[in-house]
């Protein structure tokens, strides 16, 4: 049996391309560019201004490569986990968190991931694979909610930077006029710090960065993140003071805070070190205890008074509110749980 090749996640010259050597015509690149894109349809028998004619030929050829969530929870503050299949025996997980003024995706870009950091359930599963553009883009084109979603961060499973190629195709496709025509100051792609691969999406996307920092002080990074060992904060850093931003792209730091380990006020000064001269905002983040773990989160007199110390040096700090604690909406509990289930 031949097995339909998946459209989702093809660029306008591809789609093109297909027209062309299914006989259609050129324009039909364009139709199947906005019915993929832009409207709601799952089959291609639904895209009316296509002839019926070229409906049986995409059929007979093509898969959409649209994927309806096979989980769903949802908190009592409004959050909500997607389950998305991405092979057999294999899941990805997709947050949806309303706010006031915005609506984010959270979507991932892998199946599990190799570095293993020692607070992450993601890392517990170890690399699994790589999504495709088409699986990354289906995790907003296949949510109830996609028209709802004003802003799209990669920071689900996985590491963006592992995945590149894809990961920049589904940045084009979001942002082209043809794709999903999202401005790219409404995406933030998330790193550890993979330091060539994050040169290259600076040089290829507008897309803000954030950076997955934990401590300012090498010998504790590594302990937390393995990453360290291979590309080390400071030669992160470096890399980021070589770059132009600009007033509108944005450098963040995501610091997850500890008990006990990364809570200091050593560590507030040691950041406001390290940073000085770096335009730049600190998400900090209350840590999810999951099974296994001995980390645990500061009570909120510490976290507070960490944020209030780097705001007093200078250093913009938002305390990031915790959502979704209910349903597991920390990274790779849900398909953790889901894949143990079917083994």
């Given amino acids: 049996m031949c097995l339909r090749k998946k459209m989702l996640g093809k660029n306008i010259e591809e789609l ?50 649209l994927q309806e969530p096979v989980h769903a929870d949802e908190s009592a503050d409004g959050t909500k986990k997607y389950l998305f299949p ?26 599990g991931c190799k570095w293993g950091c020692l607070f992450c ?31 799209v961060v990669y920071m689900g499973m996985g590491e963006p930077m592992d995945n590149l190629d894809e990961v920049l195709r589904s940045l084009e496709i979001l942002t082209a006029e043809w794709g999903f025509a999202m401005s790219p100051r409404r995406i933030t792609v998330s790193t550890i710090g993979v330091i060539p691969a994050m040169r290259e999406f600076l040089t290829k996307s507008q897309a803000h960065l954030a950076v997955s920092l934990h401590s300012p002080f090498e010998e504790e990074r590594r302990k937390l993140m393995p990453v360290e060992q291979v590309h080390p ?11 132009d931003f600009g007033r509108q792209r944005r450098v963040s730091f995501e610091y997850i ?41 500061p009570d909120e007199p510490t976290i507070q008074f960490f944020g209030d110390r780097l705001n007093s040096k200078g250093i913009t700090t938002t305390i990031r509110a915790s959502r ?13 749980k889901e894949q143990s289930r079917l083994r």
């Fill in 16 to 65: 093109t391309a297909i027209a062309g050597e299914l006989g259609l015509p050129p324009f039909t690149g364009r139709q199947l560019s906005e019915w993929l894109y832009k409207k709601d349809v799952t089959l291609f028998g639904e895209m009316t201004n296509l002839s019926l004619k070229a409906r049986s030929i995409l059929e007979s050829q093509w898969d959409t490569g």
């Fill in 257 to 297: 805070l500890f008990k006990g380990l990364n809570d200091s006020a050593g560590h507030v000064n040691e950041l406001s070190r390290i940073l000085h001269g770096i335009r730049c905002r600190i998400n900090l983040i209350r840590f999810h205890p999951f099974p296994g773990t001995s980390l645990e989160s």
């Fill in 233 to 243: 904060i400071a030669e992160v850093l470096k890399e980021i003071r070589s770059w």
């Fill in 324 to 336: 979704g604690e209910d349903i597991r909406a920390a990274c790779g509990l849900l398909s953790t």
């Fill in 86 to 111: 991405a092979g057999e025996g294999h899941f990805v997980e997709t947050a949806y968190i309303p706010e006031k003024n915005r609506n984010t995706i959270c979507i991932s870009s892998q199946v």
């Fill in 121 to 151: 359930m993601t890392g517990k599963q170890g690399f699994q694979g790589n999504l495709t553009a088409g699986e990354i883009l289906n995790q907003l084109r296949s949510l109830p909610e996609k028209n709802q979603v004003t802003n």
